[in-house]
């Protein structure tokens, strides 16, 4: 019924929402062939169908508010019985049943909107596999995905789900993520890249280490934070909830007073006559105005449809507070690294010194690169296995890592082997000058110098007898960064800042390229702390600015924590980030801040127009009813009815219009 839409239903056929539409639409038009019927010449209907269509009421209108009392409540369950059954006492079965029919098919509209709400929601389960091929003593063997043990392997098919978490280890393919993150681009794996339970593989076999038990799987992590945020309140909806009770017992001794007043009292004093059929006209219709079904759904229907729009768009809201704050941000800091950029540095170029060949000398820096773990190494070995992109490709499209032998890693500084008989070496410039003349060391020391003051990162590379050139990487900007500001901005947003504890040199790079109003370097932990509280306390009129801190969930656990609101970015796989953050991007698209945003502010419009309509429908139904009997203008009670259940449906088709909330991701 209205207002216990989240309440468990019975799997009995009549209890399931779809019924109760139907039947509620069944004892609607019998309520019509009654009037249909009690209009036509020579024929006594004696109100048999109107009677017929208050029964099909109390079957669910008496449930409801048996429930209720069972619990030992007194809500609006069963104020709508009590003035139900009273306007049937008082001769009205008419009225009493389209109250009834109203509330019935109120109640079953808020039901399925609440399951439309939990299907968006649980459509994550419905992406879990049901099977595992995982090797076993030297051969594949299907099992279930909750018999998969951590560190086994698993081969994934093109097509299948992924069954767990788990790494790469073998085989390229593409991975559709779109179900978890709302990614419409298959991301591309390979050796070493996570993959994620529930997500599609593409057109290649991979073979995977299992990383974490199906039970802890980062969808089912997902998918618990969402059912937990489902039943969560917001401040709002925890003070309606508290004063529904005694509102309800408000409610019903306002109109047994009415009713006392209006047979006893009012007659004497105005001079008419004693009528207890009218005192207690008024009195009912005056509990049906009264009832606050439209203002307790008000809230959550809302809230519920906001968190179902994100989870299918690869935001996580973490209840309806979030949301809310989230609406009312007002200025915004970001990470660096792993936040505004990806957090690994990726090849742009290759300077070479005089008679140096480019390709050449790539290729030379994959080969001694090969086998390395560090970030950079990798990046310039699948420059060079790319076909040597930017300069190096025009001059030598079919270079690739070079042949280089006797290949061996000096701590601290860099890869030292052999290319073509000489000495070849890849690092820092005090490890590859060692084995270049002084005009080459020169070179080397103001190329790498103009590097760094571009804030991008450097490293030599030498061979001996063959030349010199300084390798160019640079951390990149995560997809939808470049216009993220102009977007805030739009929405309002002032200050973008930027808090990292990179170096200055970098920080005014990324601050140029993305175009952020200001940023902070070399911070440490508790420095982002106090950078966040010192723009908090720059507020107007005395009242703190409301700041947002946007991370990566790991590192910058303290400033979120400083924060209005906290957002982790690109964090389907980091268990950090899913338990720190009031909210979580599940992908790497930022531009998706700026959407929430957007589903933030309007669900929080959406709230405050349903509470508005649904509280001054009271207040004006109230004094319409009241003002109106004591100048004898009786209010019929089926236009309080209409007024109390329309009020209802208003509300819930309003809080839906957010499931097909629009202007971003879909």
């Not at 029919?101 to 079953?108: I, M, N, P, Q, R």
């Not at 069954?163 to 681009?185: M, R």
């Not at 992908?587 to 127009?609: E, G, I, N």
């Amino acid at each position: 019924m209205a207002g216990e839409g989240e309440r468990e239903r019975d799997e009995f056929v009549l209890w399931q929402p779809k019924v109760q539409l139907g039947l509620s639409v069944l004892a609607g038009v019998l309520l019509v062939l009654e009037l249909v019927v009690g209009w036509l010449p020579g024929v006594d209907a004696r109100g048999a169908l109107a009677w017929a269509s208050l029964a099909i009421g109390l079957v669910y209108g008496v449930r409801a508010a048996a429930g209720a009392l069972a619990e030992r409540r007194v809500d609006i369950d069963v104020l709508m019985v009590v003035a139900a059954i009273g306007a049937a006492a008082a001769g009205h079965a008419e009225e009493g049943a389209l109250l009834l029919v109203l509330f019935t098919f109120a109640g079953a509209l808020e039901q399925l909107a609440m399951e439309r709400t939990k299907r968006e929601i649980n459509a994550l389960k419905a992406i879990m596999p049901d099977r595992a091929i995982v090797l076993r003593d030297g051969e594949w063997i299907d099992v279930r995905p909750e018999d998969v043990a951590v560190g086994e392997t698993v081969r994934v098919r093109p097509g299948d789900r992924v069954p767990v978490d788990a790494e790469v280890i073998e085989g390229v393919s593409s991975v559709d993520q779109s179900t978890l993150t709302g990614e419409s681009v298959p991301k591309a794996v390979d050796a070493g890249d996570p993959i994620f339970a529930g997500t599609i593989n593409g057109e290649g076999v991979l073979l995977a280490r299992v990383l974490k038990p199906a039970s802890e799987s980062s969808v089912q992590r997902v998918l618990a934070m969402v059912t937990d945020a489902r039943e969560q309140r917001e401040p709002l909806q925890r003070l309606i909830d508290r004063v529904g009770e005694p509102y309800t017992f408000g409610v019903l001794a306002l109109s047994v007073v009415v009713f006392l007043l209006w047979w006893l009292v009012l007659p004497e004093v105005l001079g008419g006559h004693r009528s207890v059929g009218s005192a207690a006209y008024t009195a009912i219709t005056l509990l049906i105005v009264a009832s606050p079904c439209a203002l307790v759904i008000a809230t959550p229907t809302a809230t519920l449809a906001a968190i179902a729009r994100g989870a299918r768009s690869g935001v996580l809201f973490k209840g309806g507070e979030s949301i809310d704050r989230l609406s009312r941000t007002e200025a915004v800091c970001f990470d660096k690294t792993g936040t505004l950029t990806v957090g690994r540095p990726v090849f742009r170029e290759i300077v070479v010194g005089d008679g140096a060949d480019a390709g050449e000398l790539l290729a030379v820096a994959a080969g001694l690169e090969r086998d390395s773990t560090h970030p950079t190494a990798k990046a310039i070995f699948e420059a060079a296995s790319a076909g040597c992109k930017a300069e190096a490709a025009d001059q030598n499209g079919s270079c690739g890592p070079a042949a280089v032998e006797e290949v061996r890693s000096i701590a601290g500084h860099g890869m030292v082997g052999r290319y073509d008989g000489v000495e070849a070496r890849v690092g820092n410039l005090a490890f590859v000058e060692e084995i270049v003349d002084d005009a080459a060391r020169t070179w080397l020391e103001q190329t790498l110098a103009e590097v760094r003051g571009a804030g991008q990162l450097g490293v030599a590379i030498a061979v001996a007898g063959k030349g010199v050139g300084v390798l160019v990487l640079r951390d990149q900007v995560r997809h939808g960064a470049d216009t993220l500001v102009d977007q805030l901005h739009a929405l309002g947003i002032r200050p973008v800042r930027m808090l990292t504890g990179d170096d200055e040199i970098v920080a005014r790079r990324i601050t140029e390229e993305l175009g952020l109003d200001d940023y902070r370097a070399q911070l440490l932990p508790e420095q982002k702390v106090e950078e966040v509280r010192a723009l908090k306390a720059t507020g107007r009129d005395g009242s703190p600015l409301r700041v947002a801190v946007i991370g990566d969930g790991v590192n910058d656990a303290p400033a979120l924590a400083a924060a209005d609101v906290s957002v982790a970015v690109g964090s389907i796989g980091s268990d950090a980030a899913l338990e720190s953050a009031d909210i979580v991007l599940l992908s790497d698209d930022l531009a998706r801040l700026p959407w929430a945003l957007r589903l933030a502010r309007a669900t929080r419009r959406t709230v405050a127009f349903n509470l508005v309509f649904a509280g001054g429908a009271i207040v004006v139904m109230a004094l319409v009813v009241v003002v109106g009997s004591l100048f004898g203008l009786r209010v019929p009670m089926a236009v309080g009815v209409v007024a109390h259940e329309g009020g209802t449906v208003v509300v819930v088709v309003n809080s839906l219009r957010l499931l097909w909330f629009s202007g971003g991701p879909r």
